[in-house]
């Protein structure tokens, strides 16, 4: 009897103690929240925080308050001046010397020198790294061989002459160098810290140090971040919160839930039906985001090879109709170029300065349809649209689906897949038709026309044309603005209104809700997304 | 006994290293790569690749990764760079299991509560709402439950906050969504064996030799009434300890069963495997415990494991 009561205080000591051992766990924040504090509600925490690393939303969201590159530009398309204080180039754009601000530190106090940025270069170019934009090292002399294990360092095409110049050499003219300053693989990252991407340097608040606004205060994996004003910043004048707290939600359903009970300050990409709940609201806030949302055709697969099929399909959809379903934050795109990427020499949106690449003509649709040998769609192949579940792209799936039925009486499976099965269905090139979005990494349309290249590493779908090839390649070593202007136009009328290479669905709006109390919050010009660097918080306004 | 345990410790490890097993092929059919996202170039996906060892036979990454986990070690997460599995299971697991816990013993003392209500009471009216009330509540899915709560409670009346966990105010509407249908079943399951119970000879006996009702009713007949609650506690903390996605993702709690779907989608292979092989030793174990529970209750089990 008294082996059996012991065995029971045994059994159930060891339930009540694993039940316990977790005991009452609260996860918030341990710190300050008092003076001017704003909460953002961002995505579900995804990669680090290295500019050098496997990067995602998490470092895009801290580093446009935390970090300063070396320029960037304006809406007008003006440099504006940070980590750098001038800059000049040799006459072939091959050689980009830059003078660092000699007053700029990092958040402990230190220097920041040209080093820092060499460091964040040459851990980038190490495959461990993981950092998936290294490619765009590779306009640099040497980085490519480098990246791909073929040349030693010490042959790179980056020179750091003292503390404070820093000197690119490229393998050839690129005239749109200074956009791509605003990549994190060209941001600094503190030499004396910065070791390797596996260290966990950049969410420790000891070691991540910043050159830019606000420093990171406090990381809690999965939960939430603190940035608070860099003292050290050379402009922190200018700056006037004293705190950022960003949050990681799941959904956006969850981020509106927290905006509407007072639990965040700002939600940014939420659901397009925030629009219709906040109408007339100060709150809402909607800007353009530099982004496009297209379809590309396999040319690898019969009768996609033939142009007359490509343009037939792309005549028959109706992208207002479109629009008008999947929701009020899409607008119809008839380019691949974004629609809201501006020309920095005039200040116009590159797209409205040439002619709409082509017209939607359901009637000249069937006619093509009938020259390519599929009269009235008549023994056009079943195809198969590969799509990601996402609520956006279902939808979109479904009109178009039901438009190509009406207009062309050609039949479209739908394939919904989980968002990575699509990345992987789209990379190697297994589909027949494939939803892309691209959204701007630079300001400059040569990051969408690339794309398109021969050799480009995301041409998935068997585009082999060397004129165009030829033109794009012109377009980046001509020097004068003008003459590079008409070459991309040129480039963008060959892909998109003549081979229609690529079906442009829509460009898309950021919908976010922003408490009305706080001012000064900026949209980065390149990107679309919203800056709080020079944020203020007026309870009048 | 002893051997009993020892063979069910033995026959649990097999389990787990089958599970790691199967997980790990599982995993690696499903298309994609932890180091792809939408504006990755695949020439550099294929480099980091290349530099994990993913591009070596799969059986040679097999071994290689059942002798570590041999060792006991999970590996580094692919995609939280220098963070490893071990790490991340000893942050999500707490708040998942406070979670469960506080469900559990709320589903417990809510569950037990009412199902003595419903045998002992005399009122038609009580039993009728009590027994409505666990058909509807065991049907209404968990999903469903939290976002009504969330939209209720939180949004419309802004009595409880929506998201974290960051006071007890915080744990009020997770642990309801959570605890409510097995706060049902236990209800139902309590109240049926109790009232069987109540008819038996021996209850007729303690009566007649005028033994209290409360002394009857809590010492004698809820003894043998608690067995097949017992039963259901067993899964029931097993699921509740391993957490609830869709409610952690509701209510945006850094749980263990959000960062369990996070790393699937995220195609974080480590992860994905040592979560799936602690989730594992979870199950098991607590199942375990549950049953030498049942066994010391309930002498007929008792013998039965002696006799196997």
């Known amino acids: 009897m008294k082996k059996r009561r012991l065995t029971g205080i045994v059994l159930i000591a060891a339930l009540v103690c694993m039940a316990a051992m977790p005991g009452c766990v609260y996860t918030g924040y341990s710190f300050d929240t008092g003076g001017k504090t704003i909460t953002v509600a961002i995505n579900s925490e995804t990669g680090g925080l290295d500019p050098a690393g496997n990067i995602a939303l998490t470092y895009l969201a801290y580093s446009v308050s935390a970090l300063d590159e070396l320029l960037t530009f304006d809406e007008d398309g003006e440099i504006q001046y940070r980590a750098a204080e001038s800059y000049e180039v040799n006459e072939d754009l091959t050689a980009w010397t830059f003078h660092l601000r000699e007053d700029a530190l990092w958040s402990d106090g230190s220097p920041v020198t040209s080093a820092d940025f060499l460091n964040t270069v040459t851990r980038a170019l190490d495959p461990a790294s993981g950092s998936g934009y290294a490619n765009y090292l590779f306009v640099i002399e040497q980085a490519e061989e480098i990246y791909n294990q073929e040349a030693d360092m010490s042959t790179l095409g980056v020179e750091t002459p003292d503390e404070h110049t820093l000197v690119f050499r490229l393998r050839e003219t690129c005239v749109y160098f200074l956009d791509l300053l605003r990549l994190p693989v060209f941001t600094p990252s503190c030499e004396t810290y910065a070791d390797s991407a596996g260290s966990g340097w950049d969410k420790n608040p000891d070691t991540s140090l910043s050159n830019g606004p606000f420093r990171l205060a406090e990381y809690v994996p999965d939960q939430y971040f603190v940035l608070e004003k860099n003292e050290y910043y050379w402009d922190r004048d200018s700056v006037s919160l004293d705190r950022i707290i960003y949050r990681f939600f799941d959904d956006t359903q969850s981020m509106a839930n927290a905006y509407e009970t007072g639990e965040v300050d700002v939600a940014t990409s939420l659901s397009s039906n925030i629009m219709e709940l906040y109408e007339g609201k100060q709150d809402l806030v909607v800007t353009d985001l530099i982004a496009t949302r297209y379809i590309y055709f396999n040319l690898n697969v019969e009768p996609l090879d033939d142009a007359r099929v490509r343009e037939a399909v792309n005549l028959a959809i109706d992208r207002e109709d479109l629009c008008r379903i999947v929701g009020a934050d899409t607008e119809p795109a008839y380019n691949l170029v974004a629609k809201y990427m501006k020309d920095k020499e005039t200040g116009e949106y590159f797209v409205e300065q040439e002619e709409q690449p082509f017209e939607e003509d359901a009637e000249r649709a069937r006619m093509l349809l009938a020259e390519a040998g599929y009269p009235d769609g008549e023994g056009f192949p079943e195809l198969t649209y590969s799509y990601p579940t996402l609520e956006m792209d279902s939808d979109t799936a479904q009109v178009i689906q039901e438009q190509l039925r009406e207009n062309l009486n050609i039949r479209i499976n739908l394939e919904a897949q989980e968002l990575q099965t699509n990345y992987s269905t789209r990379r190697s090139g297994s589909f027949d038709l494939c939803r892309m979005n691209w959204t701007a990494d630079f300001a400059d349309p040569y990051t969408y026309l690339s794309m398109l290249l021969s050799n480009s590493t995301y041409n998935c779908s068997g585009i082999h044309n060397e004129a165009y090839d030829a033109i794009v390649a012109r377009s980046s070593l001509e020097t004068d603005p003008a003459k590079r202007l008409s070459l991309l136009h040129e480039a963008e009328q060959l892909a998109v209104g003549k081979e229609f290479y690529i079906i442009p669905l829509y460009s898309m709006k950021s919908v976010n809700l922003v408490n009305p109390d706080i001012t000064g919050i900026r949209r980065i010009p390149a990107s679309g997304a919203l800056e709080y660097r020079y944020a203020d918080i007026c309870p009048d306004s | ?308």
């Open chain 2, 1 to 308: 006994m002893a051997r009993y345990i020892l063979k069910r410790i033995l026959t649990g490890i097999i389990a787990l290293f089958v599970l790691a097993a199967v997980t790990f092929f599982l995993v690696r059919l499903i298309p994609g790569s932890p180091f792809q996202s939408a504006a990755t170039s695949s020439s550099v996906v294929e480099a980091v690749e290349r530099e994990y060892g993913l591009d070596r036979p799969l059986f040679e990454q097999f071994l290689s990764y059942m002798g570590k986990l041999l060792r006991g070690n999970f590996g580094i997460s692919y995609s939280n760079p220098g963070v490893s599995v071990t790490e991340i299971i000893w942050r999500t697991w707490p708040v998942t299991a406070s979670l469960g816990t506080a469900a559990l013993v709320v589903s417990l003392l809510a569950g037990t509560g009412l199902g003595t209500l419903l045998a002992v009471s005399k009122s038609r009216g009580i039993q009728r709402i009590i027994s409505g009330g666990a058909m509807l509540a065991s049907g209404i899915p968990g999903f469903a439950l939290a976002v009504i709560l969330l939209l209720v409670f939180s949004v419309r009346l802004n009595w409880f906050p929506s998201s974290g966990l960051s006071s007890p105010l915080h744990y009020v509407l997770p642990v309801t969504a959570l605890s409510l249908y097995p706060a049902a079943v236990i209800t139902r399951l309590t109240g049926n064996a109790l009232r069987a119970e109540l008819q038996k000879e021996y209850v007729l006996f303690a009566r007649a030799k005028g033994l209290g009702e409360t002394r009857t009713l809590w010492t004698h007949a809820m003894k043998h009434a608690c067995r097949p609650v017992l039963g259901y506690i067993g899964p029931a903390s097993a699921f509740l300890l391993t957490g609830s996605f869709v409610v952690e993702s509701i209510f945006t709690i850094p749980g263990i069963g959000r960062e369990f779907v996070n790393s699937i989608t995220g195609r974080d292979y480590t992860l994905i495997l040592g979560l799936t092989v602690f989730m594992g030793t979870v199950v098991i174990v607590v199942n375990l415990i549950a049953d030498l529970l049942g066994a010391w209750l309930d002498p007929e089990m008792r013998r039965a494991y002696r006799e196997s």
